[in-house]
């Protein structure tokens, strides 16, 4: 039975979909199955595992707003042992659509239902906002990962996030969890980035992973060729931190 992660932070660029590609590809590599939910309208994390737009026939609009089966969207992935249900910008409109639509909440949890015992893990890549793409995820998962950008405003909006979690765990789903605090794209040469650390390990204590990613310039540049850190470069530090993290998750889940 799939453990479901929702990676959300309604921030902007914090490392979400850089996270989902690459802890999705490390833990592929440590044996699991693996299924991307692309729930972004920017589809990078489609592309960033190698899918063109134009090989896209059904996407995760179709399974969300037309309730399609989820087993039409997916697609192999460049990287062994992760799927992907691919998002198109067509998902954009997905946020207004649902508003009117019965069960709106529920519809991500029952797409996904069918496939829940083919997968190890599924990651979802949330979206920058906390409208229904999110409450979906959110009602769909059993935890929620959250990369925090390791700069002077990192904690803003954490307060919004956590409160949409306790609405959703009062409304939806109950035994929503917090899967971990992820700090991402810290740079050692500042005194910031530590200052940054020790505040949000003080806030979220136990919760913060001990695998912080650094800003590192190839993991910028894997996405733009269609692969995972561990395909693209893996021998590099980057390729290594997130298989630190991927090792974290599986000890978190006792393997
Ligand atoms: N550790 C890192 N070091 C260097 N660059 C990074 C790192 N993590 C992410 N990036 C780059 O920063 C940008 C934002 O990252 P990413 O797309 O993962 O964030 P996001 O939270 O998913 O963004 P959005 O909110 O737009 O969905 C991307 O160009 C990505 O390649």
Redesign the pocket.
């Known amino acids: 039975m799939a453990h479901v992660i929702a990676?959300a932070?309604?921030?902007?660029?914090?490392?979400?979909?850089?996270?989902?590609?690459n802890l999705a590809a490390c833990l592929a590599n440590a044996g699991k199955k693996i299924l991307i939910v692309d729930d972004?309208a920017?589809g990078?994390?489609t592309s960033g595992v190698g899918i063109e737009k134009p090989q896209v026939k059904k996407d995760i609009y179709n399974v969300l707003v037309d309730e399609e089966p989820i087993d039409e969207a997916i697609l192999h992935t460049s990287h062994k042992g992760v799927d992907i249900v691919p998002a198109t910008i067509q998902l954009a409109g997905a946020e207004i659509e649902l508003t009117s639509q019965m069960a709106r909440e529920m519809r991500l949890k029952l797409g996904l239902a069918p496939v829940l015992d083919k997968y190890d893990y599924i990651l979802i890549?949330?979206?920058?906002s906390l409208g229904q793409l999110s409450i979906n995820a959110f009602t769909a998962s059993n935890s929620i990962l959250i990369?925090v950008?390791s700069e002077f405003y990192a904690l803003e909006g954490l307060g919004q996030l956590l409160n949409t979690v306790k609405l959703v765990q009062k409304h939806f789903n109950p035994d929503l969890a917090i899967e971990g605090v992820l700090l991402?794209?810290?740079d050692a040469r500042t005194n910031l980035g530590t200052q940054v650390i020790s505040e949000v390990r003080s806030h979220f204590g136990e919760h913060v992973y001990e695998t912080v990613?650094?800003?590192?310039?190839?993991?910028?540049?894997?996405?733009s060729y269609g692969e995972p850190i561990v395909d693209f470069d893996p021998r590099s530090r980057?390729a290594k931190?997130y298989e630190d993290l991927a090792k974290e998750v599986l000890a978190a889940h006792g393997e």
Do not use: F, H, S, W
Not at 11 to 18: A, E, M
Not at 125 to 128: I, S
Not at 213 to 223: G, H, N
């Open positions: 990676v932070n309604q921030k902007g660029g914090v490392g979400k979909t850089t996270t989902t590609v972004d920017q990078n994390a890549d949330c979206p920058p990369p950008q991402t794209m810290y990613i650094p800003r590192l310039t190839r993991l910028a540049e894997a996405p980057a931190v």
